[in-house]
């Protein structure tokens, strides 16, 4: 299992930012190698993403399922991948506090099994990958969100939806 973690500070409270991280329209405009978004429920989404990781670049078919969505402060997901010769299973949880400047920290933790050539790629270099992919969707949403763009929190949890990999949210 590998585990992924960080934070990211932005200008807004997390009010204001809550409908940009809850709308699939915005997530699949931020997302870096998003080419699909569709949205099923409230809670399932369907996704095709690229991702390169070395030389090495499978275009996943994603299903996620929102876990938990309690506004303004805590989404958790949790997803299944399959590409040709790889495949992921992974959580996420991500905690928004206000900070007292009144912006935003976001901090983030993520637990992944992956499979196939990418994981014989090694914890290191999917940990850098990861690290930038994370950091370009947070610089594109608070652009998104600084540019005033219009969002619509579409998301809500799951009823008694677990996820697939056990995520440490620090808790």
Avoid at 47 to 69: C, H, I, L, Q, Y
Wanted: one cysteine or more.
């Amino acid at each position: 299992m590998i585990e992924f973690e960080g934070e990211f500070e932005l200008d807004m409270p997390p009010e204001e930012l809550w409908p940009y991280f809850t709308d699939p329209d915005v997530i699949a405009d931020c997302a870096p190698g998003m080419k699909e978004l569709k949205q099923n429920s409230p809670s399932d989404l369907e996704a095709v993403m690229s991702v390169k990781v070395g030389s090495v670049s499978p275009t996943f078919d994603v299903e996620v399922t929102v876990v938990e969505a309690t506004k303004p402060s805590t989404l958790r997901m949790s997803a299944v991948g399959n590409a040709s010769r790889n495949a992921f299973e992974t959580a996420a949880h991500m905690d928004l506090q206000p900070t007292e400047a009144g912006g935003t920290l976001a901090t983030w933790t993520a637990s992944a099994e992956v499979s196939g050539l990418i994981a014989s790629l090694g914890q290191r270099a999917l940990g850098g990958v990861t690290t930038r992919l994370v950091n370009n969707f947070f610089d594109d949403l608070q652009a998104t969100a600084e540019e005033g763009e219009p969002a619509e929190s579409r998301l809500e949890g799951a009823e008694g939806a677990e996820p697939v990999v056990e995520v440490d949210a620090g808790e």
